[in-house]
């Protein structure tokens, strides 16, 4: 594609029905991509925009890291919300990983900022890289086609009260670092982009370049495209079984057995998923179609402490 960064940006964002008027928050961590997120959408148009940083408080220099983020918006006449959270300690407390932890939170504190400030619409810098790490972590998860399609240019979160907009999911990291070089465009480099200890940077540094090696070419628009048809085989299916189980608080053992084993699985994944369950893989969904063979009551337990239960024919959620 040869259109500007920013026309592929506000043509992505008009896709999904948002138009340079409307306000929007930024995910924005000060971090390379987004800051050329930011630079794209106000090229783009877009002036109503609010930043958005949440100090993770994991590294010394996070602090210094905020009141970058808060200059910039200062600068360039932009409302900012930031806010400091231990995620070390949530991780603790609600017996996740480190990982799984922070995305909670960030997606908590996009929330309050939208109900403060009357804006469901949150802006983050994914870009095709990102895309293909999610992939194939989530392959090697043993995720299903509706988890293998990756990240999607909208999602929602909260019953649709909060908006996720991800406009450079078709930007690879190699134009946004020429853009960068090109514009010298500052920003904050985060060391834990390095960090060995968090799976997808050794996605990023090792298994890809990996697969590289051994398939002896670039591998990376593969997976990405890999990654696109998936996800909207995976649309077309959820069309096909528009079912509302996910706003269930139990499932029907009568109706699970009555449909196809992949359409079970799905089901099931969209049941656990819409009771808030983190995750969520193919050995958990097994599990729980496993109650559908038992004749006693039975139970199996699925992360963070919860468990489901089997019981009078129904399917149900008991635990924290």
């Known amino acids: 594609?040869?259109?500007?960064?920013?026309?592929?940006?506000?043509?992505?964002?008009?896709?999904?029905?948002?138009?340079?008027?409307?306000?929007?928050?930024?995910?924005?961590?000060?971090?390379?991509?987004?800051?050329?997120?930011?630079?794209?959408?106000?090229?783009a148009g877009w002036k109503n925009l609010t930043l958005c940083h949440l100090d993770h408080g994991?590294?010394?220099?996070?602090?210094?890291?905020?009141?970058?983020?808060?200059?910039?918006?200062?600068?360039?006449?932009?409302?900012?919300?930031?806010?400091?959270?231990d995620v070390a300690a949530a991780a603790l407390a609600r017996r996740i990983g480190l990982e799984e932890a922070a995305r909670e939170m960030r997606y908590e504190f996009f929330s309050k900022i939208a109900d403060q400030v009357g804006c469901p619409r949150v802006v983050l810098g994914h870009h095709a890289d990102d895309q293909v790490e999610t992939f194939v972590f989530r392959?090697?998860?043993?995720?299903?086609?509706?988890?293998?399609?990756?990240?999607?240019?909208?999602?929602?979160?909260?019953?649709?009260?909060?908006?996720?907009?991800?406009?450079?999911?078709?930007?690879?990291?190699?134009?946004?670092?020429?853009?960068?070089?090109?514009?010298?465009?500052?920003?904050?480099?985060?060391v834990s982009n390095a960090?060995?200890?968090?799976?997808?940077?050794?996605?990023?540094?090792?298994?890809?370049?990996?697969?590289?090696?051994i398939m002896q070419r670039p591998v990376a628009e593969a997976l990405w495209r890999a990654a696109e048809l998936f996800r909207a085989e995976a649309a077309w299916m959820d069309a096909m079984d528009p079912t509302p189980e996910a706003e269930d608080r139990e499932l029907r053992v009568g109706d699970l057995r009555g449909v196809p084993l992949a359409v079970r699985r799905r089901r099931v994944?969209?049941?656990?998923?819409?009771?808030?369950?983190?995750?969520?893989?193919?050995?958990?969904?097994?599990?729980?179609?496993?109650?559908?063979?038992?004749?006693?009551?039975?139970?199996?337990?699925?992360?963070?402490?919860?468990?489901?239960?089997?019981?009078?024919?129904?399917i149900f959620l008991e635990g924290p």
């Open 269 to 314: 994944l969209r049941w656990l998923r819409g009771q808030g369950v983190c995750e969520i893989g193919f050995n958990e969904v097994e599990r729980v179609l496993g109650l559908l063979g038992r004749i006693q009551p039975a139970r199996v337990n699925l992360p963070g402490g919860i468990f489901v239960r089997r019981r009078g024919g129904r």
């Open 195 to 213: 960090d060995p200890r968090w799976t997808r940077n050794r996605i990023r540094h090792e298994l890809l370049p990996a697969m590289e090696r």
């Open 58 to 85: 994991l590294r010394p220099e996070s602090a210094g890291d905020a009141a970058w983020a808060e200059r910039c918006a200062l600068e360039r006449g932009l409302a900012f919300r930031g806010q400091r959270v």
């Open 1 to 43: 594609m040869n259109l500007p960064l920013a026309e592929r940006v506000r043509e992505s964002l008009a896709a999904s029905g948002v138009e340079p008027e409307a306000p929007l928050l930024v995910g924005f961590s000060g971090g390379r991509d987004s800051v050329v997120l930011l630079e794209l959408l106000l090229q």
């Open 139 to 190: 392959l090697l998860r043993g995720s299903g086609s509706s988890g293998l399609g990756g990240m999607s240019p909208v999602s929602y979160r909260e019953e649709g009260k909060l908006v996720l907009l991800r406009p450079m999911l078709a930007i690879w990291r190699r134009e946004i670092n020429a853009l960068v070089e090109l514009a010298h465009i500052s920003f904050r480099e985060d």
